[in-house]
């Protein structure tokens, strides 16, 4: 009998009763008026010329993207991986993938679009214009450059609801309703909408987990993401991203033959692969922006074989772009070194490789003994490679890709000022922590070198910290910051604000630069109370900046050193983010007890003897305590700290203690004395911590300061 011709009706319009080859492929419904007319699917995504219907014979290609369970041996890396990494993908026959590598890509990505159909819809999501609202803040407010191709996945949400996974929009929603203003409205207020989400989000939770597809993947990178903007670095964040980092594993998205694709490949073909590259990277650089203590790379550097995404005009358009850029480290970057400063490279590449010189930073930050190996003013030092390594990337940016008025005009009409303004941000932070880090080994000695590299040193770090606040008041003269941006971006701003700390309680640091550091310090604190109600971890970044620096200015000398000392021992024990929840108590920002009024470069208060940096020879030097003088004997001339003022000030389990954050489990979690742990903090690296000695300004009878006990000087 002759098939039946005539168009089937159904729900939601006709059904033909041949698909065309794209919707075979997709399982999307094929609707259309006749047999031989064009469907609306193939119309709307601009493919008209392609469509048709198989013939009968045909090989049925599609039929692998419907299988549940592809062949394990070819998932596995057996004959269908690459031998070599994929360097360039060029849409060449001379080039392309060999057909094992084709037929691998094939079944990896029909696990990556399996998604489970729900039946609870109605109940938990909002009207579907609202979803849209939520949809363009997710992209607009927070991940400018992802792994998500809006304008399709808002089709098909409109058109084919049930086919998109209800657990990946509670997620968005999750991310995005604070940024919402018809769901902020709905209930009642940004944090009741984002709790709603994240319960409904949880009830998924159990059951996805289960079955690894890149919609779910991508649903618990975004929970984990959103989580660690609302609460810190807590146990539930890495466990989110936990399952989202071994999904990946398991789909291979860190494997370049994973994204294989045919030289004639359709461009919904081509965004999908796009879309699950974007994911890995996406997951990889999320590791890297919240790196720090118990938060490691889910994927060694050479485990990994996956070029960097395209730009987003080549995802729009579906085709495969002509070379893409590669990440330091990774096995593309390896065989073609070229391949990492590529000057075609994309603006979301860039923006993954400037977040991973961040996570490399953040890595070296709690460190238990940076600096103990090689000085930092040494050839070779973990702070000497860092450090050329980032200004040789900036160096070869596109340039468009730099900071400047223009380019950030440009991109905000493109709709990418956020990931360009983070790139700049990421950039100035990575170099401020990388200083701020070794502030406790500020110490050369009479070495004039050494003298020199600190002064350097301790204005470049400054400098930064200027610059990136320069650039945040710039690019809120074009956007407003309520609008939303990730909490990443806010933590640069919360780092600049202890930099501006440090320098008005000790301004000869750089004479040169402190009249700017009250100023600068109270434009941070404002542009974190403003960022308070956007994300939770601002209110307690804006606290812990008023609890550390409200304080009355001082001269350079041990109160600078151990200051830095004990910041270095928070950085090793809680992390560099400061996860402490936010306090209640804090008190308003117009009634802040801001430190104590500067003394200008031309005061005659300056500090005794002069210094542009806490060198070595202006440093207080250790001598025995008073307990150790015969009875009677004068106390020794100079400016003196005895144990019990050193024990008060910064022992943080005494009354008072200047440093209430840093937690008291410090001793009892190595079963030693509190002091024990920092002599083992920084033995070995030029520092010795004893709050048993009293400290004085004079030089030894030799005319070299003293090295006895003390900070080991």
Not at 90 to 106: D, R
Not at 443 to 465: K, P
Not at 609 to 636: I, N, V, Y
Request: net charge negative; glycine share 8%; proline share 8%.
């Amino acid at each position: 009998m002759p098939p039946d011709t005539a168009p089937k009706s159904g729900r939601g319009g006709s059904r033909s009763s041949v698909a065309c080859t794209r919707c075979r492929r997709y399982r999307t419904k094929c609707v259309r008026p006749t047999l031989t007319s064009v469907c609306e699917g193939c119309t709307n995504l601009g493919l008209a010329s392609e469509c048709r219907n198989p013939k009968r014979g045909e090989d049925q290609g599609h039929r692998a993207f419907r299988r549940r369970y592809p062949d394990e041996a070819a998932l596995d890396g057996g004959e269908a991986t690459a031998s070599r990494p994929v360097v360039n993908a060029v849409n060449s026959s001379n080039n392309g993938p060999s057909s094992s590598e084709v037929e691998a890509a094939c079944l990896v990505l029909a696990r990556l679009g399996e998604a489970p159909v729900e039946s609870s819809r109605s109940a938990v999501l909002p009207p579907m214009d609202q979803v849209k609202e939520a949809l363009h803040a997710f992209r607009n407010s927070y991940f400018q450059l992802g792994f998500l191709p809006l304008a399709l996945f808002v089709s098909q949400l409109e058109r084919e609801p049930e086919t998109v996974s209800l657990f990946l929009l509670l997620a968005i929603l999750t991310a995005s309703a604070r940024f919402t203003p018809s769901l902020v409205q709905r209930f009642g207020s940004a944090n009741a909408a984002t709790d709603f989400y994240v319960k409904e989000a949880r009830k998924l939770i159990g059951e996805e987990m289960l079955k690894p597809s890149l919609p779910a993947c991508q649903a618990f990178f975004v929970l984990s993401a959103h989580h660690w903007g609302c609460h810190g670095g807590d146990e539930e964040s890495a466990m989110l991203m936990g399952v989202a980092t071994r999904m990946a594993g398991l789909l291979c998205l860190h494997e370049e033959s994973t994204y294989a694709l045919p030289p004639d490949a359709t461009a919904g073909q081509v965004i999908h692969a796009e879309a699950a590259r974007r994911t890995f990277w996406l997951i990889a650089s999320q590791e890297d922006l919240t790196a720090g203590r118990r938060r490691h790379a889910p994927f060694s550097l050479e485990n990994i074989d996956v070029l960097l995404p395209c730009d987003e005009d080549t995802l729009a358009l579906g085709v495969l772009p002509r070379a893409r850029a590669s990440l330091r480290g990774t096995r593309p970057a390896i065989a073609e070194p070229s391949t990492i400063d590529l000057p075609s490279r994309s603006l979301f590449a860039t923006m993954l490789q400037s977040n991973h010189a961040w996570g490399k930073v953040a890595r070296l930050a709690v460190a238990a003994q940076t600096g103990k190996e090689i000085p930092p003013w040494c050839l070779n030092s973990d702070f000497d490679v860092l450090n050329r390594e980032l200004n040789d990337w900036y160096k070869h940016l596109p340039p468009h890709h730099r900071w400047s008025t223009k380019n950030l005009l440009a991109m905000r009409a493109l709709g990418h000022d956020l990931a360009f303004f983070e790139i700049t941000v990421l950039h100035h932070l990575s170099g401020i922590v990388l200083r701020k880090t070794y502030l406790g080994c500020a110490d050369g000695g009479r070495v004039a070198e050494v003298e020199r590299f600190w002064t350097i040193f301790a204005r470049e770090m400054i400098q930064g910290a200027l610059d990136l606040v320069s650039v945040f008041d710039e690019f809120a003269a074009t956007r407003s910051l309520t609008l939303g941006m990730p909490p990443i971006l806010i933590f640069g701003v919360y780092v600049s604000g202890t930099v501006f700390g440090y320098l008005c309680r000790w301004p000869d640091l750089c004479w040169e630069l402190a009249g700017q550091a009250r100023p600068s310090l109270g434009r941070c604190l404002s542009i974190l109370d403003l960022l308070k109600d956007i994300w939770p971890m601002a209110s307690c970044w804006r606290d812990d900046l008023l609890e550390l620096y409200s304080q009355e200015a001082g001269e350079s000398g041990a109160g600078f050193r151990i200051t830095a000392i004990l910041e270095q021992m928070k950085n090793h024990f809680d992390g560099i983010y400061r996860h402490a929840p936010p306090s209640t108590s804090a008190e308003p920002l117009a009634q802040a007890s801001w430190p104590s009024p500067l003394p200008s470069p031309s005061s005659t208060h300056r500090p005794s003897p002069p210094s542009t940096f806490p060198s070595g020879d202006a440093l207080p030097r250790p001598t025995p305590a008073a307990q150790s003088r015969a009875p009677g004997a004068p106390e020794a001339v100079g400016q003196t700290l005895n144990q019990e003022s050193a024990i008060a000030e910064y022992d943080p389990r005494a009354a008072g203690a200047g440093f209430p954050t840093l937690p008291a489990r410090l001793g009892a979690e190595f079963n030693t004395p509190l002091e024990d742990d920092y002599l083992a903090f920084y033995s070995g690296a030029g520092f010795a911590l004893d709050l048993g000695m009293s400290w004085d300004w004079r030089p030894s009878e030799e005319g070299e300061p003293s090295r006895a006990g003390g900070l080991g000087l």
